[in-house]
């Protein structure tokens, strides 16, 4: 007679088993895309433009020429918004204290990324999806405020439709 403990014996250790294997074959940084998909996805896109500079794929406007910021693939964002259409948000870092100002939103078209517009802000832009739709959050100060501490923050909800982004709405948060 087999003794009680043997078969969750063997499940743990089936289950540590899988862990360690998914644990080695996993990344160790989980980017959604790597920086050279990226590079491609923006350069095919003629509204926009890269470089590289200091070490760092900088993206600009490419009819003023003015970097807005910079490529990094482990803040990038992917998913579906209420009606299955994939959004895919770029956060474009700034390098200075006021984080992201601009983040681009692209979406699918016929298998190719097409980009559906920039969400711009002063500063500390937080853009997300959540319950379909895409999200960006922004602190809002008062003529007294620190700047790392705002009276508040505003949240503008933006969709695709088709290729182009559209504002859903903006409330207080």
Do not use: C
Not at 25 to 32: E, K, Q
Not at 92 to 98: I, K, V
Not at 101 to 119: N, Q, S
């Amino acid at each position: 007679m087999e003794d009680a403990t043997v078969p969750r014996t063997r499940t743990l250790a089936a289950i540590l088993v899988l862990v360690a294997m998914l644990w080695t074959t996993l990344p160790a940084r989980a980017d959604i895309l790597p920086t050279s998909r990226l590079i491609r996805i923006v350069r095919a896109n003629p509204p926009l433009a890269v470089a590289a500079t200091d070490g760092r794929w900088w993206v600009s406007l490419a009819k003023s020429g003015d970097a807005v910021g910079y490529l990094d693939p482990a803040i990038v964002d992917y998913g579906y918004q209420r009606d299955n259409q994939d959004v895919l948000i770029v956060p474009l870092p700034s390098g200075g204290s006021g984080g992201v100002f601009t983040t681009l939103i692209f979406t699918h078209v016929r298998t190719k990324p097409a980009y559906a517009g920039k969400i711009e802000s002063n500063g500390h832009l937080d853009v997300y999806l959540a319950q379909g739709l895409i999200n960006a959050r922004t602190p809002v100060y008062g003529p007294h405020d620190p700047q790392a501490f705002p009276s508040g923050h505003k949240t503008v909800r933006y969709r695709v439709r088709g290729t182009t982004l559209v504002k859903v709405d903006e409330f207080a948060s």
